[in-house]
């Protein structure tokens, strides 16, 4: 672009000043940046916990289900078992029944790649990972669900 003035006027032929140094074609304070910056965090926040499910709280859980559970580091074993259960499979509109069925039979086909280790509390257990975003879980040692989730990719945050 030719940022040279026009003898004369200063003025071009349609009425534009023409500058000897390029100006900024929008000049921002701190404070519009501020006020953008927080009108975009408010509107992630509230899109993001909108679209969150909400979880019957007065759900009961059976004792068959609840059999198949460890306590680990919770208070209860129904504590543990919600916990779980809540952050790994309501969002996909699985029961509790279902979740622990699934987690059983992922146990059961996936024991030959199970990996010894500590659970945070101390009891010798499992962990089993099928690769970066799939399935896994930790387990006890005689195959109690301590936890177990579906996949990465499709896990509520």
Avoid at 137 to 144: E, I, L, N, R
Wanted: aromatic share 16%; proline share 6%; glycine share 8%.
């Amino acid at each position: 672009m030719n940022f040279r003035r026009k003898k004369g006027t200063g003025l071009s032929k349609w009425g534009q000043v023409f500058y000897s140094k390029p100006v900024p074609i929008c000049v921002v304070g701190i404070r519009p940046i501020f006020s953008l910056s927080i009108f975009v965090f408010l509107a992630a926040v509230f899109l993001f916990s909108s679209c969150k499910q909400k979880v019957v709280p007065n759900l009961v859980f059976s004792e068959e289900t609840l059999s198949h559970w460890d306590r680990a580091t919770f208070p209860t074993v129904e504590a543990c078992a919600r916990y779980h259960w809540e952050k790994h499979a309501a969002y996909l509109g699985k029961t509790p029944e279902e979740y622990t069925k699934d987690a059983i039979q992922f146990f059961s086909a996936n024991r030959s790649n199970a990996r010894p280790l500590r659970l945070k509390d101390g009891e010798e257990g499992f962990v089993i990972r099928t690769g970066p975003g799939g399935p896994g879980g930790y387990f006890t040692s005689d195959g109690k669900i301590v936890s177990f989730w579906y996949s990465y990719a499709r896990r509520r945050r």
